[in-house]
């Protein structure tokens, strides 16, 4: 047990830091505008505060509470990054479905227990999602399942 919350403290204030260079960010590169007539920096800047806001929030109540030691597992942000890459590398040659396929199957395993019905659940929803959305909805041309062979 350590004497505070370091995790909560340290994403609050990453938290801080980037809604406040996003802040300053937008108020120093786009117009504010007023209330009435609001410029291109007004949206950014607003969630900019917000974002640090939130951290504040975040950061705050952790110096008064206890934490726990956070266990470091170096295979689960591989495992993620591991499925945004083969999203990447699937989709042009096979088309949405089998890519959205790949990514949920690899990035399932950086749970540390993997649920199959669960899994199978969600690619399902998942593809049924993409396509009502992108070929129903939209009616965008994009390929659901290409096969190159």
Do not use: N
Not at 12 to 19: A, D, K, T, Y
């Amino acid at each position: 047990m350590l004497s505070r919350d370091y995790r909560d403290i340290v994403g609050g204030g990453l938290l801080i830091v980037g809604g406040l260079l996003f802040t300053w960010y937008a108020a120093t590169h786009y117009e504010l505008g007023t209330l009435r007539r609001m410029g291109p920096g007004m949206f950014p800047t607003g969630l900019g505060v917000t974002l640090a806001l939130f951290g504040v929030l975040m950061a705050v109540p952790a110096f008064f509470r206890q934490g726990e030691m956070p266990v470091i597992r170096i295979w689960t942000p591989l495992f993620v990054l591991a499925g945004v890459a083969a999203f990447a590398m699937t989709i042009r040659p096979f088309g949405l479905i089998p890519a959205i396929l790949a990514v949920v199957v690899i990035s399932s395993f950086a749970e540390l227990k993997v649920r199959p019905v669960s899994l199978a659940i969600l690619c399902i929803v998942l593809c049924l999602i993409a396509w009502l959305t992108f070929r129903v909805g939209l009616g965008l041309p994009i390929a659901m399942w290409r096969w190159p062979f």
